[in-house]
């Protein structure tokens, strides 16, 4: 659980007592490569905390084009935030790109977590304001950035993806047409 830790002290320490009550709720869950892990028109039940693997979120427009919204991997957090946090059915879907394995916190035991541990509640909401801020920063690098800024950004941030996800799945996340994708990929140094 040391990874775990670590990762959430990152957003706010926890007391030993409050890691301890949300280890407590916390159940292990795999899902194989390209299992859907929640559909669209399904609610997200459970946030996930992921110890392997990587999973992306996307949406299928009118024509079935696939856009991906965002990818995660060890350690973080993963879900479909709107639906988690309101508990309404999701509008994209988050699927493993890869095998899986997670540590799964059911909405119900987070919120009786908030209840007896305030410490959590908080660590929560520093952990919410960091995935804000972190979309605010996309939102940017999706308008004001030119193709290839946004990939060095990317290169920057997340280079460890270059070599284990699908460059079509990169170049929608980066809003890159695949063929300058892949002319970015052979030409920019990283």
Same mark, same amino acid.
């Given at each position: ?24 709720r916390l159940r292990p ?37 696939q856009h991906v919204v ?14 988690? %946090? ?7 879907? =988050?699927?493993? /790109? ?6 799964? &916190? !059911?909405? #119900? ?13 908080? %660590? ?7 995935? =804000?801020?972190? /979309? ?6 999706? &308008? !004001?950035? #030119? ?13 460890? %993806? ?7 799945? =990169? ?19 990283i």
């Open positions: 659980m040391e990874p775990l830790r670590a990762y959430l002290d990152v957003f706010h320490p926890l007391p030993d007592a409050a890691f301890d009550a949300l280890l407590r869950v795999s899902y194989p490569r390209r299992a859907v892990i929640t559909a669209e028109g399904e609610v997200q039940r459970s946030l996930l905390f992921i110890e392997e693997g990587i999973q992306y979120s996307y949406y299928l427009d009118a024509g079935a084009k965002a990818f995660t991997y060890p350690v973080s957090v993963s879900g479909l935030p709107e639906s988690f %946090l309101t508990q309404q059915p999701a509008r994209y879907c =988050l699927e493993a /790109l890869t095998d899986t394995r997670a540590l799964s &916190l !059911a909405y #119900s035991e987070l919120q009786a977590l908030f209840d007896e541990q305030p410490p959590v509640e908080r %660590l929560f909401r520093k952990l919410t304001e960091a995935m =804000l801020i972190g /979309l605010v920063q996309r939102q940017h690098e999706w &308008l !004001a950035m #030119s193709a290839g800024e946004r990939f060095r950004a990317f290169a920057r941030r997340s280079p460890h %993806l270059l070599q284990r996800v699908p460059h079509k799945l =990169l170049a929608s996340y980066l809003r890159i047409d695949a063929t300058n994708f892949s002319k970015l990929f052979n030409s920019v140094k």
